[in-house]
């Protein structure tokens, strides 16, 4: 079992940023693909962004590529994504997912999910 648990989503101004991490206990994390998610009221769950065990590969979405950044420090069993430039269509609430077999945009692949972060982008 692996249990994870989302923090740092809040209230921001368009063109503001924020961090949001995500603490994983319960399994190796340093096996675990990671990945941000967001789901939006009334939509489905989409793809933000994902990075390999070692960090070394990531992708992102296209409506947050250069704007968001996906990280990992495997010593404190943590991963974060940092957001820059928010804008209004970015509110959402934030989930993080921990797939043992690897990393995919499909979120339907994913085993474990926190319980969300909303993150709110006024304009």
């Known amino acids: 079992q692996v249990q994870l648990v989302e923090s740092g989503g809040g209230l921001v101004q368009a063109g503001g940023s924020l961090r949001l991490s995500c603490a994983a206990s319960g399994r190796t994390f340093s096996r675990l693909g990671m990945g941000w998610f967001r789901q939006a009221p009334g939509k489905e769950r989409e793809f933000v962004a994902i990075?390999?065990?070692?960090?070394?590969?990531?992708d992102y979405a296209d409506s947050v590529k250069g704007r968001f950044t996906i990280s990992r420090d495997n010593a404190k069993n943590t991963v974060y994504l940092q957001m820059n430039r928010l804008k209004p269509e970015d509110t959402a609430a934030y989930y993080c997912?921990?797939?043992?077999?690897?990393?995919?945009?499909?979120?339907?692949?994913?085993?474990?999910w926190g319980q969300g972060t909303q993150v709110t982008v006024s304009s």
């Open positions: 990075i390999s065990t070692s960090g070394d590969t990531t």
């Open positions: 997912a921990a797939n043992p077999g690897g990393i995919s945009r499909s979120y339907r692949l994913y085993d474990y």
